[in-house]
């Protein structure tokens, strides 16, 4: 099996998760994060994800699982701990042409959900085929380590200089280079703020405003 990596666009879109435990709480969280819409089906939620309930971040049918509850879905994850549920949501998802994902269960999967190292706007992802998630797990602790919040503030500086550099002749080609040539991430790490805009003013011409919260 050879996956097709993609990053998906689902703001304002219903994402269903079956289930009210633990995993499911993370798979809501990240579908949250990304902006979506969160039904989660189950008898019964976690603390958590009752108070996410509570605070109308989610919505809940608190009922077993059916397949006609997944009908609106535009993606659906399977994060029950009973395999012939699993088995019903990904044969249901599949016959009505919305992505599954069932936890833990690549045959089972339209797509698989990657280790994830997240810095602001910048997302790395890690995958392994579903082969090992313990390596996927060791690679993102290594990427963790390797990329800071620093990586989150020069993307933040590259992304309001895009548009404009793109219309400069002669400095619109490999700005960005130059900038990590001229030392910005280590200024970006040092907190350095009149450094780093001396450093964008220097190679762009521009002034950029800067956020180190």
Not at 62 to 87: F, H, M, Q
Not at 155 to 168: D, E, F, Q, Y
Not at 192 to 203: A, F, L, S
Request: charged share 30%; hydrophobic share 40%; glycine share 8%.
């Amino acid at each position: 099996m050879k996956y097709y990596p993609v990053f998906l666009d689902i703001r304002d879109k219903i994402c269903v998760v079956i289930g009210g435990g633990e995993v499911a709480l993370r798979k809501a969280e990240r579908l949250l994060d990304c902006g979506a819409k969160v039904l989660i089906i189950s008898p019964k939620l976690t603390p958590k994800l009752a108070k996410l309930k509570d605070r109308n971040l989610i919505s809940h049918i608190a009922a077993e699982y059916s397949g006609n509850l997944i009908d609106n879905a535009a993606l659906v994850i399977g994060a029950t701990d009973d395999e012939k549920t699993n088995s019903r949501i990904s044969n249901d998802a599949r016959s009505k042409g919305i992505p599954v994902n069932i936890v833990d269960d690549p045959q089972k999967c339209d797509f698989i959900l990657p280790s994830l190292v997240q810095r602001g706007d910048l997302a790395i992802a890690i995958g392994t085929g579903g082969k090992s998630p313990a390596l996927a797990r060791h690679l993102r602790e290594e990427l963790e380590a390797n990329y800071g919040k620093e990586y989150e503030i020069l993307l933040s500086i590259l992304g309001n200089l895009r548009v404009n550099m793109a219309k400069k002749e002669g400095r619109g080609k490999n700005w960005h280079k130059s900038l990590l040539a001229a030392g910005i991430l280590k200024s970006i790490k040092a907190r350095d703020k009149k450094n780093v805009k001396k450093i964008v003013k220097k190679i762009t011409g521009e002034e950029v405003e800067i956020d180190f919260n």
